[in-house]
């Protein structure tokens, strides 16, 4: 079974930068697209960016569009979310998901970002 496990999230101001990680078990992690999704409180998931098997192409959400930067290393199974220029309305907990714009359940904990002055 396919483990994730998001980290480094925590406290900033606005305008602060974080980078989120996600760790992906398996053999089969080059193979897909993964995404990025989040979810506020009281709200429901929100797509954020995907990035393609090769990690040659991404796709961002529109709000997030030139300050968020998704990678991907396929040798070290991991995925990446560089957020520069955070907002009060990034403050959301951070999940990676299989699949190229994709909204499913996520299996992992997920990791929590806050953006507050």
């Known amino acids: 079974q396919v483990q994730l496990v998001e980290s480094g999230g925590g406290l900033v101001q606005p305008g602060g930068s974080l980078s989120l990680s996600c760790s992906v078990s398996g053999d089969y992690f080059r193979l897909y697209a993964w995404s990025w999704v989040r979810q506020a409180p009281g709200k429901g998931l929100e797509w954020v960016a995907s990035?393609?098997?090769?990690?040659?192409?991404?796709d961002y959400e529109d709000s997030v569009k030139g300050r968020f930067t998704m990678s991907r290393d396929n040798e070290k199974n991991t995925l990446s979310l560089q957020m520069d220029n955070l907002k009060i309305e990034d403050t959301a907990r951070y999940f990676c998901?299989?699949?190229?714009?994709?909204?499913?359940?996520?299996r992992g904990q997920g990791t929590q970002v806050t953006v507050s002055s």
């Open positions: 990035i393609i098997n090769t990690g040659s192409r991404t």
């Open positions: 998901v299989q699949g190229w714009m994709s909204l499913a359940t996520p």
